[in-house]
């Protein structure tokens, strides 16, 4: 007989409404234990078996068993198991989605609903992870397994194949520094590790995906101060961003064991731009109001390596969270997305954010926009205008949406913000000011010439930038506030542009400085309070 087996430490969350949720799955899982189906073990001696020391105060975990399974991930988990453990030995257990309220990346806890890595410093001070640490414990056989971590140092890469324009930047040293400092260096050196055991593309599949999750969770844990930050800013974006390039430039590279066509590894590499950047782990719970956010990478790398994005820097700080907001509360649950063409016209927004928005109380994509000051962009507009991405790709002309999703025919030219502006604008949410930004740049009905209009578009005029230009800003809002309306949802959405991150005058090569941390914090926190504001408007 085996038992699906649950990872749990004691700690509880603050938040009253998160954990009043939590103790009701606390009680009911007590209610079906008995005294006999604890068992006590003792993480430090597991870890000193592999050379390892607990990294943490946390000594001992309580396994405790639990009714459910992800098959998927079992899979997974199976066989990175069956590499220390007998084929003879029977395994059961159950794995789900992180709790992010409720977890701690510094340890290998979980309090919720799933198992999360856990850190480990060896000789030197220098961080090793374990792929992803699972104690299961075949009650009947009492025997504790649990997974060898992969050989350092091996590799399984071409280093010939090309890399993207994104990848190759990671040559240069601000990146390097960037992880370094971050702690942030480790992922992609486990993640490669990982690589080379695989023997097939399923198991490829769900490790990529677990990798990926890892990233994405342990980039928003350092952000809410769940996670040493190290040396650079908690809140920083910086980090996630240049450690998802060393893995996605891994898999890009990768020679595995096994037959990998194009398509496959284009696959994984979805996969792991997926999963990294919080697209597929958007989970509401509880009957509270439901807020989505999106933020973006950094950009404009070519002009300053160092650069930050305050909007993924938001998306990293408020994922998961919960604000309390006039009559209630709201969860708040984020995404991240590349600031690349290509990624857009295959999708990428339409994939995101079409399973929630029937779900969801308001949307806000956000990105970064001009100096000194918020806007509320009242109008997005139909065009692109061909500035380069961060791969340095051009793409101009009318904004491609997918076959097969929802939209609005004939498409419009324009289609406005349904956030409450006036609301927002009239409230004090911080030391920025807020504005509500009408003006775009059209063609007006039978003219060929385009115009500024301040105060929005005229009747049966031609989009040539929304109120937020025509770069990727301007197109997820518009492709949000389409979908929106395709799917006939009256919900407040649209689109924030913070103000520019800059770093203290005369700053030309650190990589941080107060007035740059300083300008971050501010800004995230009025982001919170602009929500708070507009979630809270009747």
């Not at 993480?43 to 399974?69: D, I, K, N, W």
Request: hydrophobic content about 40%.
């Amino acid at each position: 007989m085996t038992f699906d087996l649950y990872v749990f430490d004691g700690d509880v969350p603050d938040d009253e409404v998160v954990m009043g949720e939590w103790m009701e799955d606390e009680l009911r899982w007590d209610a079906s234990l008995s005294q006999s189906d604890r068992m006590s073990v003792d993480m430090r001696a597991l870890c000193s078996e592999h050379g390892l020391t607990l990294y943490g105060p946390q000594e001992s975990l309580v396994l405790r068993q639990v009714a459910f399974a992800m098959p998927g991930e079992a899979q997974m988990v199976e066989a990175r198991l069956r590499t220390v453990v007998s084929p003879d030995l029977p395994l059961r257990f159950g794995i789900s989605e992180p709790h992010r309220e409720c977890s701690d990346a510094r340890r290998s806890v979980t309090i919720g609903r799933a198992i999360v890595p856990l850190e480990l410093r060896g000789e030197g001070d220098v961080v090793k992870r374990l792929a992803r640490v699972l104690i299961v414990l075949p009650l009947s056989l009492g025997v504790v397994a649990v997974p060898r971590p992969a050989a350092a140092g091996r590799t399984c890469a071409d280093r010939n194949v090309p890399v993207t324009v994104e990848e190759r930047r990671l040559a240069l040293s601000a990146p390097a520094e960037i992880l370094r400092r971050s702690g942030f260096d480790t992922y992609a050196k486990g993640f490669t590790s990982a690589l080379c055991q695989l023997r097939g593309f399923a198991d490829a599949e769900s490790v990529v995906r677990a990798h990926g999750q890892e990233l994405w969770q342990a980039a928003t844990a350092r952000a809410q101060g769940r996670l040493a930050p190290g040396r650079l800013p908690a809140i920083d974006d910086r980090p996630l961003y240049w450690a998802r390039l060393q893995m996605t430039k891994a898999v890009r590279q990768w020679t595995p064991s096994f037959e990998l066509g194009a398509s496959e590894r284009s696959a994984l590499l979805a996969t792991l731009e997926k999963s990294s950047r919080g697209q597929n782990s958007i989970d509401y719970s509880g009957s509270m109001k439901r807020i989505l956010l999106t933020g973006f990478d950094p950009f404009l790398l070519d002009v300053d390596i160092r650069q930050s994005n305050p909007s993924g820097a938001t998306a990293l700080a408020l994922d998961g969270t919960v604000v309390a907001i006039a009559g209630g509360f709201a969860r708040i649950e984020t995404a991240v997305f590349p600031v690349l063409w290509e990624p857009f016209a295959q999708g990428v927004v339409e994939q995101t954010l079409l399973p929630h928005l029937g779900d969801i109380d308001m949307f806000t994509t956000v990105s970064q926009g001009r100096v000194g000051r918020f806007d509320l962009e009242r109008y997005n507009g139909r065009r692109r205008g061909g500035f380069i991405d961060n791969d340095n790709v051009s793409s101009s002309g009318v904004i491609p949406i997918p076959d097969g999703v929802p939209t609005v025919e004939p498409a419009p030219e324009f289609v406005p913000t349904t956030l409450p502006y006036a609301d927002i604008v009239a409230a004090v949410t911080g030391g920025f000011p807020v504005f509500d930004h009408t003006s775009v740049v059209e063609i007006p009905a039978d003219e060929t010439a385009p115009v500024v209009r301040p105060d929005g578009p005229t009747p049966g005029s031609v989009a040539v930038e929304g109120g937020g230009g025509d770069y990727l800003s301007n197109e997820i809002a518009y492709r949000a506030t389409l979908l929106r309306d395709a799917l006939g949802l009256q919900i407040p959405g649209g689109h924030l542009h913070t103000p520019v991150l800059q770093f203290a005058a005369g700053n030309t090569t650190k990589l941080t400085d107060p007035t740059f941390e300083a300008n971050q914090r501010d800004i995230v926190d009025q982001v919170r309070a602009i929500l708070i504001v507009a979630a809270g408007t009747p």
